[in-house]
């Protein structure tokens, strides 16, 4: 074969089997191989701006996505401004026609418009509508959204989707960095790897499921979307109205719960909790229940137990309002859910989900790592150890109810005991090369037959005492030695007398250093919307309902929200109008007008919550909501009645979503819970920073959220749930250090 | 084409005061004006065309941007290909010399420049081209089959020393024989993707062709070698037909390796 001219091999000119057929030459020709190694696929130059590209004159950047990066532009023909995209790579010029395509055919106040498409050189773009605004997740972060808020963006962007099924297109790329929020309008965008309908089956009549299989190496390469806001389908190439959908409910979780609803950095590890239904569900969230079972729904990971289009999931998530025709029509869309629900039900085993929850550690990724890093033996060890999780869970999770506090405290015990295993070899498996961890047994890794009878007499840890015991430290002394070794571990001596809830769920948020009087939280379902005092009168409890006198301030009652000063003579309720609380004497049962001193704007975060006060009421940790994660804070006030400081990050926190519930009286041991235990961080004195020994207080290791200490900390109460959020049996516990 | 260009500068310097004429007015009414014939001439022409008569004239907005664009053509190959600072400065030169002088019987390039084909495709194409010679890269030619078996080499895995030291040579020329026969597309795929390190995604781009077609070259070159491997082995050597398995099976292991390898 003949070396074309450097002109014919730019040029448009020769059909596909010629250049081919001197791609195949190329490979064995010299000359012609440097040519080929040269040719545009992948990145081209990068646009500069004052550049042209056809008609346009490219001004700033504006944004870069995957496919191509948007600048601002000037038509100069019609001396408008428009966004142009101009695509990385201009062999990509079939999918961008295809957008252009599937956008021509749409005129939707939702959908961005397309004025032009084109190549000229190496550049493929399109040309369309500059919205003066700024992306879905710009704005979430730009501010604290209310829920009405969040919600009436997403059901704007929401229709611009159902507008382009309707039209037959696929967006296959939603995500919040795709959703411009300007003024009074909200526009979907980066339709560019949208297909139509008809298109998805290749040219040779396969579907991308049947491609060989060495295509697995590479398969992440060739899957187009972002994996985080992708549906399981879509891996395989399957993208249908029901995965934007999925796209969708990702984004609104997301920006409505603060995190994602999987966790996992790769594709893989999502798409299995979506496949195992494992949806993390932050706590603190107070998102409508109804809202968060529609985007469950949304999430399913079989297509065919979403909605069955756009529109139904608006329906589903739209605010409700008065009127008979709309409740009517509210109405059939519960009885529809309800319908589904029930007949899903039996397909979707909770109990067998939370024994499959493993599997999200224990993917085939982490599974090469090991065998990668330590061999195959290794590798099907933990294998076997993960079965034996599985089913062990699956197991206790199945176990008939009980409420025998005795009974209830040792499966909490073991179902905490199995997420700490679970949690630990999480741990391992991002790095299975650190040899402390390379025993399974050994290091952290928790030996499954440790938690099939827990032992509630277990000894707090051996970590280093900072006071030079040689014993176990005493999280709940007075700072001093225990005096033996023996054992530091709780009891749990049963529900507290006298509370009765008129909630299904509640929360304990505070307590007096006696335990004379505790706050609480209780509320419907899941909503924890109602906040009461309870005094110990004699043997029993007596609650009173502080909710009604809140109407009117600046506060919310949601959870987290509150705290009780530990003599119980004033209550901290977080602010509603920016991140911080609101303090009011309490007389009693009666609150005082507001403290306003306390009403600081404690963080820069978007929320403070999970408030814990010291003894002398100078001291006040927070959680705030930094950065998509949970963040422990410090504040300090030099006198009681002095406004609180900015909050500063408390150090020696290593888990995310870990909260203090308590201080003991001595100042000198913060109690951190997270869901799966409780633990004590100490310090020496209390100008001193916390420290972490290592240690975990093994009877808190409970399913309810907080445990907090009383009685000098040798006492706890602590909230048992069972059943999650919508028992009927709500229960205070309380336990006693043994 | 020529005529018309000639016709278009004439008629600019006869009438400097007329500045809405633009060459692609000129020519799309002259087109309508003479019927289709000039319109298939001048229809598919890149607007480069306008820039290139400008540089060749000695427009020095034009020259510049031309040389801007050479000199980034350069540095794109240069990525691409792996070539020194000093190799794309040479080559730099070299590419405007080529570019806007002539000297002997060469024509400058930009005069020859027809505006069939994109600028920058073109200017890529001779950086490509002028990398290569600098580089020396000419003498690939004979390096591809021998750097394809290096990639397999059995003396890197130990399990394969025996068999290697007792049926080198045969393993050897069963391997160069079957390299050898594979279709052309075979062995350009093969290349590309065991040497060039083209993804499945790449070939498919460069090929035009969907990329589960890419890959199933892809793995119907393998079995091509394989099978012509296996012929070969069992022809020539007098071992068992489970002994001929086993030795493919470690050669083509080495080709599973580095296809891990290099796709990972």
Redesign the interface.
């Known amino acids: 074969m003949e070396c074309p001219s450097a002109e014919r091999l730019a040029s448009n000119e020769m059909t596909r089997e010629e250049r081919n057929a001197w791609l195949d030459h190329a490979a064995v020709c010299s000359r012609c191989h440097a040519i080929a190694m040269v040719m545009s696929t992948g990145p081209g130059e990068p646009v500069e701006p004052s550049e042209r590209i056809g008609r346009f004159v490219i001004g700033r950047e504006l944004g870069r996505g995957a496919m191509g990066t948007v600048f601002a532009a000037e038509d100069p023909e019609l001396a408008r401004p428009i966004a142009i995209k101009v695509l990385h790579d201009a062999t990509a010029a079939d999918r961008l026609r295809r957008e252009a395509r599937a956008l021509a055919r749409l005129d939707h106040p939702n959908v961005v418009r397309v004025y032009d498409v084109g190549v000229t050189g190496e550049h493929a773009f399109v040309a369309m509508e500059l919205i003066a605004g700024e992306n879905l997740r710009q704005w979430l972060q730009a501010a604290p959204r209310s829920l009405p808020e969040i919600i009436d963006v997403f059901l704007q962007a929401g229709r611009g989707l159902a507008a382009a099924h309707a039209a037959g297109i696929v967006h296959r790329d939603f995500k919040p960095d795709n959703v411009l929020v300007a003024p009074g309008r909200v526009v979907v965008g980066d339709f560019g790897l949208s297909r139509l309908g008809g298109e998805i089956v290749t040219s040779t009549g396969t579907s991308s499921l049947d491609v060989p299989s060495e295509d697995k190496l590479t398969v992440t390469g060739a899957v187009i979307g972002t994996p985080a806001y992708m549906a399981p389908e879509q891996a395989t190439g399957d993208a249908t109205p029901a995965s934007d959908q999925f796209a969708f409910c990702v984004a609104a979780w997301e920006a409505l719960f603060g995190a994602r609803p999987f966790s996992g950095t790769t594709l893989r590890e999502m798409r299995e909790q979506a496949s195992a239904g494992r949806v993390l569900r932050p706590v603190g969230a107070t998102v409508p229940r109804r809202i968060e079972r529609a985007l469950r729904r949304g999430l399913s990971a079989r297509s065919e137990e979403r909605f069955e289009t756009m529109d139904a999931l608006l329906a589903a998530i739209a605010p409700r309002r008065r009127g008979w025709m709309i409740a009517a029509s509210a109405a059939v869309v519960a009885i529809a859910a309800l319908a589904w629900w029930q007949l899903s039900r039996p397909q979707a085993d909770p109990c067998e989900r939370e024994g499959t929850a493993i599997f999200a550690d224990w993917t085939d990724a982490a599974r090469d790592r090991v065998r990668t890093a330590l061999g195959e033996d290794r590798s099907a060890q933990i294998t076997r150890y993960a079965e034996a999780w599985r089913d062990a869970r699956t197991a206790l999770c199945r176990a008939p109810s009980t409420t025998d506090p005795a009974e209830v405290e040792q499966r909490a015990a073991r179902t905490a005991c199995y997420e700490r295993a679970r949690v630990e070899l999480a741990r391992w498996l991002r790095n299975p090369a650190v040899p402390q961890y390379g025993q399974l047994g050994q290091g952290r890794m928790i030996p499954l037959a440790a938690c099939e009878n827990v032992a509630l007499t277990e000894a707090p840890g051996t970590a280093a005492d900072p006071r030079g015991c040689g014993c176990p430290y005493s999280p709940c002394g007075d700072g001093t030695c225990t005096g033996e070794c023996s054992a530091r571990a709780f009891r749990m001596v049963g529900p507290l007398p006298g509370i009765a809830l008129p909630g299904r769920q509640e929360a304990v948020c505070g307590a007096t250093s006696d335990g004379a009087r505790l706050l609480y939280l209780a509320g419907q379902r899941c909503g924890l919307d109602h906040l009461y005092i309870a005094d110990r009168i004699g043997d029993h409890y007596e609650s009173f309902d502080l909710t009604p006198q809140l109407g009117g301030h600046d506060v919310i009652v949601r959870e987290g929200c509150c705290t009780l000063s530990r003599d119980g003579s004033a209550v901290l309720v977080e602010r509603k109008s920016a991140p911080g609380f609101i303090r009011f004497p309490l007389d009693g049962t009666t609150l005082g007008a507001p403290d306003t001193a306390t009403a600081t704007r404690l963080t820069d975060g978007t929320r403070a919550w999970m408030p814990v006060l010291s003894r002398d009421d100078r001291e006040l940790y927070f959680l705030t909501d930094l950065l998509e994660r949970a963040w422990l804070y410090k504040s300090v006030r030099p006198a009681p009645d002095a406004p609180f400081g900015h909050g500063t990050k408390v150090a020696g926190r290593a888990e995310t979503y870990e909260y203090a519930t308590g201080i003991s009286d001595d100042g000198l041991t913060l109690f951190m819970a997270s869901e799966f235990s409780t633990r004590p961080l100490v310090r020496e004195s209390v100008e001193a920073g916390f420290g972490d020994l290592g240690l975990t207080i093994p009877p808190a290791r409970l399913p309810g959220w907080r445990a907090i200490p009383i009685q000098g900390c040798r006492q706890l109460v602590t909230t048992v749930t069972p059943g999650g959020c919508e028992s009927e049996q709500p229960t205070l516990f309380e336990a006693v250090q043994m | 084409m020529d005529a018309v260009v000639a016709l278009y500068e004439r008629a600019r310097m006869t009438w400097p005061e007329i500045a809405r004429v633009t060459p692609a007015r000129f020519a799309t009414e002259l087109a309508r004006r003479l019927g289709a014939s000039l319109d298939a001439a001048v229809a598919?022409l890149?607007?480069?065309i306008y820039l290139v008569i400008g540089a060749s004239d000695g427009d020095p907005a034009a020259a510049e941007t031309c040389d801007k664009l050479a000199s980034?053509a350069v540095d794109?190959?240069a990525s691409?290909?792996g070539a020194t600072a000093t190799q794309s400065d040479d080559v730099r030169s070299e590419m405007r010399r080529l570019l806007f002088t002539s000297d002997g019987g060469r024509p400058a390039a930009l005069a020859t420049?027809?505006g069939?084909?994109?600028?920058?495709?073109?200017l890529?194409?001779?950086?490509?081209?002028e990398?290569?010679r600098r580089m020396r890269?000419?003498?690939?030619?004979t390096e591809?089959d021998s750097s394809v078996l290096e990639l397999f080499d059995p003396a890197l895995d130990p399990e394969v020393a025996m068999l290697r030291d007792r049926y080198r040579d045969a393993v050897e020329a069963a391997f160069t024989a079957a390299l050898a026969e594979l279709s052309?597309?075979a062995?350009?795929v093969l290349?590309?993707h065991l040497v060039?390190g083209w993804?499945?995604?790449?070939l498919g781009?460069?090929?035009?062709?969907?990329?589960?077609?890419a890959?199933?070259w892809?793995?119907a070159a393998r079995e091509e070698l394989r099978t012509g491997i296996r012929s070969r082995l069992a022809a020539q050597l007098i071992i068992s037909e489970s002994q001929v398995d086993a030795i493919v099976a470690l050669v083509t292991s080495r080709i599973e390796v580095s296809?891990?390898r290099l796709?990972?």
């Open positions: 598919g890149h607007d480069d980034r794109f190959a691409r290909l420049f027809t069939r084909g994109d600028l920058r495709g073109y890529r194409v001779m950086a490509a081209r990398l290569a890269l000419d003498r690939r030619e591809l052309p597309r062995r350009a290349r590309y060039d993804t499945v995604d790449q781009a460069r090929y035009a062709t969907h990329r589960s077609t890959s199933r892809l793995v296809l891990d796709l990972a």
